[in-house]
């Protein structure tokens, strides 16, 4: 089977690669390096990847239609869509950028799937379409229609234009949404990676609020065990929640960080940020009822890989 990947150097998207590599699945990568963060880092992802002689990279951007085309006319049989403009607080400082790649590239790729009959698609989606939801666990069967920052109703405008996608034309959609991920090659501004970095550097962590604010960690493992389940199942048009149900406070992930460093953590507290959630919990019932999604790495384990990852990376840096 031939698929193409978006966001494929990224850290969701470097891995699923290299699982449907090893699963003997063709693949075309695409990504297009922004500057984000350092480009260097994504073809560090990436390059186990290029190994491979089922492997191709495109270096491309999802809103050239033109592009697109190309990749998707030759041969490709699903789609996973992960490539996004990424980050709840910078999408409050440039609104207009994110809506037109997270939208608009989301249409292109959509426009193109219709055009060359590409039967499924698999769009990565966010817990952050919730919102400060006040039930919890959080349900696919929730109202999502109070985003609290651009990137979320980014976000949840494409599961919309998903569906509409799919209602038309026929195309197999599947919508999942993401509860922050982590593990080896996560990104750098992210909390984990974040945290990790500055107490290993001696440097305070700065923690928005009080440290209460919760969220549901997943390790990658497990995210990429679903995105293949999701793939395999493809049919008709679903949502589903991809998390660990296991939230934890800002303030005891902290404490974690510290016991897998074996080093203390010095924290700055600081205002509250606009567009941050107060916390994620995911229902995952229907994910593992209708996938099969069976989400087991504990905080303990996801912490010990991600920092034995960390060390060889940074000596690898150097």
């Not at 990947?5 to 699945?25: K, M, P, Q």
């Amino acid at each position: 089977m031939k698929a193409l990947v978006t966001g494929a150097a990224g850290f969701i998207g470097s891995h699923l690669c290299e699982r449907l590599l090893a699963e003997d699945f063709e693949v075309v990568g695409l990504d297009n390096f922004n500057d984000f963060y350092d480009p260097q880092i994504k073809r560090r992802n990436i390059a186990d990847c290029l190994k491979s002689e089922n492997f191709q990279l495109v270096e491309a951007d999802i809103r050239d239609s033109n592009a697109m085309d190309k990749a998707i006319g030759d041969g490709i049989e699903i789609i996973v869509h992960l490539a996004a403009r990424a980050g709840v607080r910078p999408s409050i400082a440039q609104p207009l950028l994110y809506a037109d790649v997270n939208i608009n590239g989301t249409l292109v790729l959509l426009e193109a799937a219709k055009k060359y009959k590409t039967a499924r698609f698999i769009f990565g989606s966010s817990s952050s379409v919730y919102g400060n939801n006040k039930k919890v666990p959080f349900s696919e069967d929730d109202c999502v229609d109070f985003p609290i920052s651009p990137y979320a109703a980014t976000k949840k405008a494409d599961e919309l234009i998903c569906h509409t996608y799919h209602h038309l034309y026929g195309i197999s959609i599947t919508c999942l949404r993401f509860f922050t991920v982590y593990g080896p090659r996560q990104r750098p501004d992210l909390a984990i990676h974040k945290f990790a970095s500055l107490i290993e550097q001696g440097k305070p962590i700065p923690v928005y609020g009080d440290g209460t604010m919760m969220r549901d960690f997943t390790y990658i493992d497990d995210i990429i065990n679903g995105l293949i389940a999701a793939m395999q199942k493809c049919t008709g048009f679903n949502i589903y929640n991809l998390g660990e149900s296991q939230p934890i406070t800002v303030n005891d992930l902290i404490a974690e960080i510290e016991k897998a460093l074996g080093k203390k953590a010095t924290k700055e507290y600081l205002p509250l940020q606009p567009g941050d959630v107060k916390r994620t919990y995911a229902d995952v019932t229907k994910a593992v009822r209708e996938l099969g999604y069976n989400p087991g790495t504990t905080l303990e384990e996801g912490l010990a890989k991600f920092v034995k990852w960390l060390e060889k990376d940074s000596q690898e840096s150097r």
